[in-house]
């Protein structure tokens, strides 16, 4: 187990999981694109994307969590 | 083991105050890159430049596995695997000058026995604002991939711990900022608007 309390296993299933969803929305996109071209939807597949980025692999919540170091 | 205890609790101060700095750095830069995104959309509207929309959809799958490898890799620091840690960052420096390399030949046309770039810096609105775009952000995978060699080496002398490694965190969190603003540039330059034939 890490500081951050998730065994090493969990985390790289965390890990992969995301990876996954970024793909089928990225690969998504360019097939989206290829018969929309308004900037909507592109930009909200965007946003969710860089929720997954920002929670997942930026840890945002470490801003306001408190931890004896790592 | 009192002086222990008030190292660590020192750690955990200097550790969340880190942690929003950097974070207020990004907040900065976000003014930066919505400043080229907004250029975009306001001299663009609904164009887009012709460009190799493969091409940009390969890169960015490029740089989004060094997001997974880079992750990978402080994964394996909080839990104390330096070997994993040491081949996730030389992946992750190295997909980043894939990335870095696939920009200059295909978008910029650096290289026109590779590929045949149609964009000028000058030419037009389209290739001022592609150049300006892809320009900010590769001079951030380049520093990008200069801070992961720095810790590589720090982490090959023997720093860092799976209790204090806030170099390999923040060393991290600024890969994956490269990554997130790109998950924007990429609709903005490949796929949003109609194709301008020019």
């Known amino acids: 187990m890490s500081s951050h309390g998730k065994s090493k296993a969990a985390a790289i299933r965390t890990s992969l ?54 | 083991m009192a002086a222990l205890v008030g190292r660590a609790e020192q750690y955990a101060v200097a550790l ?48 989004l596995i060094s997001s997974v490898s880079m992750n990978l890799a402080e994964t394996a620091m909080e839990h104390g695997d330096r070997r994993t840690f040491m081949n996730g960052l030389v992946v992750t420096a190295l997909l980043g000058m894939v990335f870095f390399f696939g920009v200059l030949i295909f978008e910029w046309g650096l290289f026109p026995s590779i590929y045949e770039g149609h964009l000028t810096p000058s ?18 995978v380049l520093s990008g991939v200069a801070f992961i060699a720095i810790v590589w080496n720090l982490g090959r002398k023997g720093h860092f711990s799976k209790e204090e490694h806030w170099g390999v965190e923040a060393c991290a969190i600024y890969w994956h900022y490269v990554d997130l603003v790109w998950i924007f540039f990429y609709p903005a330059i490949y796929l949003i608007g109609t194709v301008h034939h020019g």
């Open chain 2, 16 to 63: 969340r105050n880190n942690r929003m700095g950097l974070w207020l750095f990004f907040l900065s830069e976000v003014f930066l890159f919505g400043g080229l995104l907004a250029t975009r959309f306001y001299l663009w509207g609904p164009t887009r430049p012709e460009a190799n929309q493969l091409i940009g959809l390969l890169i960015t799958v490029v740089l």
């Open chain 2, 123 to 140: 030419g037009d609105k389209y290739g001022a604002v592609v150049f300006a775009m892809t320009g900010m952000h590769a001079i951030h």
């Open chain 1, 17 to 70: 999981t995301v990876a996954i969803v970024l793909a089928v929305l990225t690969i998504g996109e360019y097939f989206l694109a290829l018969v929309y071209s308004g900037a909507a939807l592109l930009l909200l597949m965007g946003l969710v994307k860089a929720y997954f980025v920002v929670n997942f692999f930026m840890h945002i919540s470490r801003l306001w969590t408190v931890e004896k170091g790592h």
